[in-house]
């Protein structure tokens, strides 16, 4: 079973930043956090990972809450094109498989 | 970021027939390599993990005699779906994870359609 929870859906204005909140609760300590997205028909794209630190690249940047229980992907300045099924998902560094939950469906409008 | 391919990226095929897909890593080994299967307005679910050399390793419910995995080498892994139903159609995605990176990547994923 996946090991997070999130919220099914959000909606975000375009050029407004898209906050998609994450619990990971029963994390452990060796796990990332890992984000994806899948915009329809099409494969997972990867967007960010974080161990305890918060991170930032060129798409979003990803909180992480100092007890590891909870995250948020920032997506700073939405678009139409990020309309997508966003997964938040916990792994570790080994060769094991990532196991998706049902994800959050940002749909972002004009 | 590395790169997955799959191929096709669609295909139709009568029931009871064999299909073929095969999964990629374009410029990475992977010794390991994972099949997830999509259906509609659901998310992915894991049924495999390939590894090279080595059987394959299905997830609970899958039917390894139906769902043929082979990783021949350290850049391809296929999976085959034998005597192919309707209820067998589906969305077919790959991934793998390369040595030394800890995120995963994804191929483009594989439309199954059983007529």
């Known amino acids: 079973d996946a090991k997070t929870t999130q919220p099914p859906s959000m909606d975000c204005a375009e050029g407004r930043a898209a906050n998609l909140p994450c619990n990971h609760s029963?994390?452990?300590?060796?796990?990332?956090v890992y984000w994806y997205r899948q915009i329809h028909s099409q494969g997972p794209q990867y967007i960010i990972h974080g161990l305890k630190n918060n991170e930032t690249n060129e798409m979003a940047s990803l909180i992480i809450t100092e007890d590891r229980k909870s995250s948020t992907l920032i997506l700073p300045h939405a678009t139409l094109r990020d309309t997508a099924v966003y997964y938040c998902i916990v792994g570790n560094q080994a060769g094991t498989a990532l196991i998706f939950g049902k994800g959050t469906t940002l749909s972002v409008s004009s | 970021g590395a790169v997955v391919s799959q191929h096709p990226s669609r295909v139709i095929c009568k029931s009871g027939t064999s299909v073929k897909i095969e999964c990629r890593s374009l410029?990475?080994?992977?010794?390991?390599m994972f099949w997830y299967r999509q259906f509609p307005k659901q998310s992915l679910m894991l049924m495999a993990t390939s590894n090279e050399g080595s059987k394959a390793t299905y997830e609970q419910g899958v039917e390894k005699d139906k769902f043929l995995i082979n990783h021949a080498s350290l850049t391809l892994s296929t999976l085959t779906v034998t005597s192919a139903h309707p209820e067998d159609s589906s969305f077919y995605i790959c991934?793998?994870?390369?040595?030394?990176?800890?995120?995963?990547?994804f191929g483009q994923g594989t439309r199954l359609t059983v007529v």
């Open positions: 029963t994390i452990s300590g060796n796990e990332y």
């Open positions: 410029d990475f080994q992977a010794t390991t």
């Open positions: 991934s793998a994870r390369r040595t030394g990176l800890t995120e995963a990547f």
